[in-house]
């Protein structure tokens, strides 16, 4: 029997616009918005880790 990935949802409200423009950039990067969304969000913690160091993770979360 596998075991079901344990992945989070973010959920994200934002205007039409910045939407349609999201979706722009994504589509030209290859990715769907929801692959640019996790892409810059990896990008923003290694930017951060290279600056401050590795944070800390709670194993219980």
């Not at 979706?23 to 880790?49: M, P, T």
């Amino acid at each position: 029997m596998s075991k079901k990935k344990d992945v989070k949802h973010i959920g994200l409200r934002v205007a039409p616009q910045i939407h349609q423009k999201f979706q722009y950039i994504a589509g030209c990067e290859g990715r769907s918005i929801n692959g640019q969304a996790f892409f810059l969000i990896q990008k923003c913690i290694r930017e951060f880790e290279k600056e401050n160091g590795p944070i800390p993770l709670d194993d219980n979360r």
